[in-house]
């Protein structure tokens, strides 16, 4: 196995960071990581690059615009190099797309057969709303880890104080103070700006990809997709606000409306996958060796 670090931009100017583990191998699987993340933290990365470079697999893994809740980025505008704060608390969800087409773009110079993508978590929501926006015809499969249904936990979690805090975001986005930082005790953000929990919770959110708290739900995002989907959960502290075993058991059901759908779970796995990566790195491999021989 060979590491090689890189730095890449972006479209809108925007320089990141990431990591090839290769093995020479002719097909690649990228990586995209969950919510104030980052390319080398999860555990399971690297059970999952050792499965996948003995399998025909190259992985590369890479920062995007979300990592950490508060980051500093060189930002190019007219090839002049000056310095901008993004990270999760900052992040614009839809700016992914430039995040993961540069990725793939990168990929793609290498000259590999085939790419997958995967995503964890808020990188699961990232890599569904990539795919059903752009329609990449270079993407050969999607690999959802644990996609989270962040509205419905938030939803849960905050019950009548839900549009409450909806009305603080919105009145300080109003009166100038987009940037300014949530109250504290927000579920999964510890620290949000008042525009990101907007457009995170508010009517016009994009990241309800997912939203198994909402009876008749038909995600169409994944109906809509052009390549194989592969989705895997833990079965303990998911990310979803019911069950996990019925939300499995609703993205089961699209494949009866045509979606080339697979979906696993990992048992005792927690959303981290902790104690439990030899097993995910499996069920990963397996699937993407099945879609090529």
């Known amino acids: 196995m060979k590491n090689e670090f890189v730095r890449f931009l972006t479209q809108d100017g925007l320089e990141l960071q990431g990591l090839f583990w290769s093995s020479n191998s002719k097909n690649a699987v990228v990586y995209v ?36 809740y508060i980051s500093d980025f060189t930002k190019y505008e007219n090839e002049c190099p000056i310095n901008v704060q993004i990270g999760a608390a900052h992040e614009v969800f839809e ?41 990449d015809q270079r993407l050969n ?3 959802l880890l644990s996609p989270s249904d962040d509205i419905g936990i938030q939803r849960k979690n905050l019950g009548e104080k839900y549009d409450s805090i909806l009305k603080i975001a919105k009145n300080l986005t109003q009166n100038g103070k987009s940037r300014e930082l949530m109250p504290s ?22 990241i309800g990809l997912f939203k198994f708290h909402l009876e008749g739900f038909d995600f169409p995002e994944l109906r809509n997709a052009n390549c194989p989907i592969l989705v895997i959960f833990g079965t303990e502290r998911e990310a979803v606000a019911g069950d996990v075993r019925k939300a499995a058991g609703l993205l089961r059901k699209l494949s009866s409306r045509g979606v080339q759908i697979t979906v696993d779970l990992v048992e005792d796995a927690p959303h981290n996958y902790l104690n439990h990566e030899k097993e995910l790195a499996g069920i990963l491999t397996g699937w993407v060796k099945r879609q090529i021989y």
């Open 33 to 68: 990581h969950c919510l104030a993340g980052n390319f080398y933290d999860s555990h399971f990365l690297d059970y999952l690059a050792s499965e996948l470079n003995k399998n025909g697999f190259d992985l590369f893994t890479f920062n995007n615009r979300g990592h950490d």
């Open 95 to 135: 700016d992914c797309v430039f995040d993961i087409r540069a990725a793939i773009d990168l990929v793609e110079k290498r000259h590999y057969s085939k790419i997958y993508v995967a995503g964890h978590s808020t990188g699961a929501l990232k890599i569904t709303f990539y795919s059903s926006s752009t329609h």
């Open 141 to 143: 499969g999607l690999i």
């Open 185 to 206: 005790g927000l579920f999964n953000y510890p620290i949000i700006d008042a525009r990101t929990y907007l457009a995170t919770f508010g009517s016009d959110s994009k």
